[in-house]
């Protein structure tokens, strides 16, 4: 089993940035595609971005592309998304997810995603 614990949310203005940080514990994510995924109120669970286990890939939603990156720290068993100029239509509460099917794609949908944290509040004031 992996727990997933994120941190680094809160309030920000638009504009601003913030790291939102993903440590796993109980199994090493080394060999884990990861994703983080975003829910507003009301809205589905969308991909936000995703790494792959390699670190040779990555996926980014359009809506964040050029200000959103993903990396992973093996050493560290954590996984981050720098977030810039946010916007308040980023404002939502942010899920990390691990997939530990050793597929060979990327995966975009929460179903394919085994292991999920808590989830961390972001907000964005205009």
């Known amino acids: 089993q992996v727990q997933l614990v994120e941190s680094g949310g809160g309030l920000v203005q638009a504009g601003g940035s913030l790291r939102l940080s993903c440590a796993a514990s109980g199994r090493t994510i080394r060999y884990y595609h990861m994703g983080w995924f975003r829910q507003a109120p009301g809205k589905e669970r969308d991909i936000v971005a995703a790494?792959?286990?390699?670190?040779?890939?990555?996926y980014y939603a359009d809506s964040v592309k050029g200000r959103f990156t993903i990396s992973k720290d093996n050493a560290k068993n954590t996984v981050y998304l720098q977030m810039n100029s946010l916007k308040p239509e980023d404002t939502a509460v942010y899920y990390c997810a691990a997939d530990s099917g050793w597929r060979t794609v990327l995966q975009q949908t929460p179903s394919a995603y085994d292991y999920w944290g808590q989830g961390t509040q972001v907000t964005v004031s205009s």
């Open positions: 790494i792959s286990w390699t670190k040779s890939s990555t």
